[in-house]
């Protein structure tokens, strides 16, 4: 019995049979909250998808759209939320604890990381427009068409999501594209994943890399990889530094939060051109201040968290 039990407390098997546990744990609680969510749209959106499936494609109807957004809603808890918590308990741990939950963050370092984000998005920006440049070699130009066509349809449809005519749906788009996902994708990539990562490994930089690649990989946006590969380190390193998860949940909601108030109707008609959606500064000055200020930022929360373990001995 005992040799069973160690065997499977080698690293290399135990990092591989919890990886299956936590995707399957992704598979069969996002299939139930996506299952729940297509069976209720009929009756809370009055939308007959069941006899007309198509009716999720019309984006110019605004039912549709709500329709949408409460789909995301119930595949944020099944996918991130619900495997984030339960994977916690497989690994013999407290939840709450184990994901950062029970440690409040600091103020300084929760204004210095807001900063940091705010300060990085030039750069964000140039790299979003750099990857989109990005051509692949002739054999792969039907891929690469693709490619293109999903990236237009993805894009149309956040355009669509962010789209706010009034008070209720900047509200909505708040919570459904700014603290629902703050909440929902760092508990899972920095909270559950990041932190297995770094259990097994002992290696913090490795655990914050492979999860920014997984962070950016299962966004399925070719053309956005590589910002928001950067931004999933940003966001794995601020956590490693502060300990609490609550620090890159509130980068992560300034970032979406930002896009969703600039794309507020009343204060999209009045904002200048640089904070437009999709404005990329051509100045390379900028974008390399942008990156050089916005990590050193990050760095004067490593010296604050260093700061803080010293005077209170955490």
Request: hydrophobic share 50%.
């Amino acid at each position: 019995m005992n040799e069973k039990n160690s065997f499977w407390k080698i690293p290399i098997v135990f990092f591989i049979t919890r990886l299956f546990i936590l995707g399957g744990m992704v598979l069969i609680f996002g299939s139930v909250a996506y299952s729940i969510a297509v069976l209720t749209i009929p009756t809370l959106f009055n939308l007959d998808i069941n006899t007309n499936p198509t009716l999720l494609s019309q984006f110019n109807n605004p039912t549709v759209i709500y329709a949408l957004k409460y789909i995301q809603v119930c595949s944020s808890i099944g996918m991130f939320i619900l495997p984030a918590w339960h994977f916690g308990k497989a690994l013999n741990k407290i939840p709450q604890n184990y994901l950062s939950l029970n440690k409040a963050p600091d103020y300084k370092e929760a204004i210095t990381a807001s900063a940091a984000l705010l300060i990085y998005l030039p750069f964000i920006a140039w790299l979003a427009y750099a990857n989109e440049k990005i051509q692949m070699p002739p054999m792969f130009q039907q891929w690469e068409a693709a490619l293109k066509a999903t990236e237009e349809l993805t894009g149309k449809l956040t355009q669509t999501f962010l789209k706010a005519e009034n008070l209720r749906d900047l509200g909505v788009n708040l919570f459904v594209i700014a603290i629902l996902p703050a909440i929902s994708e760092e508990l899972f990539f920095r909270g559950a994943l990041q932190n297995f990562i770094k259990l097994v490994s002992k290696n913090k930089h490795l655990a914050v890399w492979i999860t920014a690649v997984v962070f950016s990989a299962i966004h399925g946006q070719f053309y956005g990889f590589i910002p928001r590969l950067i931004l999933g380190a940003v966001l794995g390193y601020v956590y490693v530094y502060s300990g609490s998860i609550w620090i890159p949940i509130i980068m992560h909601f300034v970032n979406n939060g930002f896009a969703v108030v600039c794309s507020y109707t009343p204060f999209k008609e009045k904002l200048p051109l640089f904070l437009q959606d999709g404005y990329v500064f051509e100045e390379w000055y900028i974008n390399t201040g942008s990156a050089i200020l916005g990590s050193l930022l990050i760095f004067v929360i490593y010296l604050l968290s260093r700061k803080r373990i010293l005077y209170n001995g955490e």
